[in-house]
């Protein structure tokens, strides 16, 4: 690399907006509204206002920009999931403090969690995104499992449904939530979705 | 039209597997595979094993069919609209008969639910469906209004929220349920999905 270049590159990784962690916010962005396959590098270049070669320069390829982007949503779950195992509480606690975690990262990372929702599995990034999905899920279950075992989770229905039905509802929120616009307030929403999944609409007679 | 063109589509119409209600089951198919967009009449027409002319003799344009689709799931939800609200009993059991009526849809119509679901609204028709799909969240939200007023609701969560969090619980299943593979059996889908909506994950102290 010639002195000049390293000094356009040491100028752009100075410049606000062209760092990686930009690029990255609107690559997810792009993904989003296209689809992953539909966006290409000169999509994400035009939205940038940069020349592909500037993103070149952070990744070597498409696929990585969506590793990253899926990694922001499954290091969040992961962080989430840690958490409520180190918890010395009964395994109904550690579950609903396992939806608290979840929903703080739908919240606090809507688009890549948006991303992650949308996975197929069509390629080797997304087939590795979808095994630490299930992994996730597996954990769900087995909270699940022992708190029922404990008495405290109804046992009239399947235990793999219920756990459905709660991923389900958790993350049709992506659907609706724009940070910001919330109509939980002064209710968090997690406060909303753990009252209805763990309590139920009906009021107990 | 010809007396030998006339002879060929009565032939058509009566051979199995041409009539309009399987290329619609085969259209609804290919538009859940490929999205509406990328479907073309010619992906149809190599799926149906049949000319694009044998299409274009039902419908004349591709958006016919997404009509017909979207209309078989959302007839199926005015349907199950209609029969809570001739109930004569309080609102949150005509709620729980209409969360039923829409499980049984999504039971019975799933490719059909499962395409109204991804509708964002790009064209007149899938705008249309948008409408009827608001006014059925519509009845929805006021059917749970009156079970709040009647006590029977939980007052401690937004009623927006409530019911977003309950149509994202339902529709959810779309994702994965298939037809003859359920595991909820003996329990029945909507039993499961009624036990949790109303009465919640945990068990009562």
Same mark, same amino acid.
């Given at each position: 690399?010639?002195?000049? %270049? $390293?000094?356009?590159? &040491?100028?752009?990784?100075?410049?606000?907006? /062209?760092?990686?962690?930009?690029?990255?916010? +609107?690559?997810?962005?792009?993904?989003? *509204?296209?689809? /992953?396959?539909?966006?290409?590098?000169?999509?994400?270049?035009?939205?940038?206002?940069?020349?592909?070669?500037?993103?070149?320069?952070? +990744?070597?390829?498409?696929? *990585?920009?969506?590793?990253?982007?899926?990694? &922001?949503?499954?290091?969040?779950? %992961?962080? =989430?999931?840690?958490?409520?195992?180190?918890?010395? !509480?009964? =395994?109904?606690?550690?579950?609903?403090?396992?939806?608290?975690?979840?929903?703080? +990262?739908?919240?606090?990372?809507?688009? /890549?969690?948006?991303?992650?929702?949308?996975?197929?599995?069509?390629?080797?990034?997304?087939? =590795? $995104?979808?095994?630490?999905?299930? #992994?996730?899920?597996?954990?769900? $279950? #087995?909270?699940?499992?022992? =708190?029922?075992?404990?008495?405290?989770?109804? !046992?009239?229905?399947?235990?793999?449904?219920? @756990?459905?039905?709660?991923?389900?509802?958790?993350? #049709?929120?992506?659907?609706? /939530?724009?940070?910001?616009?919330?109509?939980? %307030?002064?209710?968090?929403?997690?406060?909303?979705?753990? @009252?209805?999944?763990?309590?139920?609409?009906?009021?107990?007679?």
């Amino acid at each position: 690399m010639t002195a000049t %270049a $390293a000094e356009g590159i &040491r100028r752009q990784r100075g410049r606000p907006g /062209y760092d990686l962690e930009s690029v990255l916010q +609107v690559a997810v962005q792009v993904f989003n *509204e296209r689809g /992953y396959d539909g966006a290409s590098m000169e999509d994400l270049a035009k939205r940038l206002g940069i020349a592909k070669s500037a993103i070149y320069h952070h +990744v070597s390829r498409k696929e *990585e920009l969506l590793r990253m982007a899926l990694d &922001r949503a499954l290091d969040g779950w %992961a962080g =989430a999931a840690e958490r409520a195992q180190e918890l010395d !509480a009964p =395994a109904i606690v550690r579950l609903e403090m396992l939806v608290r975690g979840t929903m703080a +990262v739908l919240e606090t990372r809507l688009p /890549y969690v948006t991303l992650l929702l949308r996975v197929r599995g069509n390629t080797e990034v997304e087939r =590795a $995104a979808l095994e630490r999905r299930r #992994s996730f899920d597996r954990l769900v $279950a #087995s909270l699940m499992e022992e =708190a029922r075992r404990d008495g405290d989770i109804r !046992a009239d229905v399947d235990s793999k449904v219920t @756990a459905r039905l709660l991923s389900g509802m958790i993350n #049709s929120v992506v659907e609706w /939530y724009r940070p910001g616009s919330s109509p939980t %307030a002064p209710v968090s929403l997690a406060d909303s979705a753990c @009252a209805i999944a763990f309590g139920g609409l009906r009021v107990p007679r």
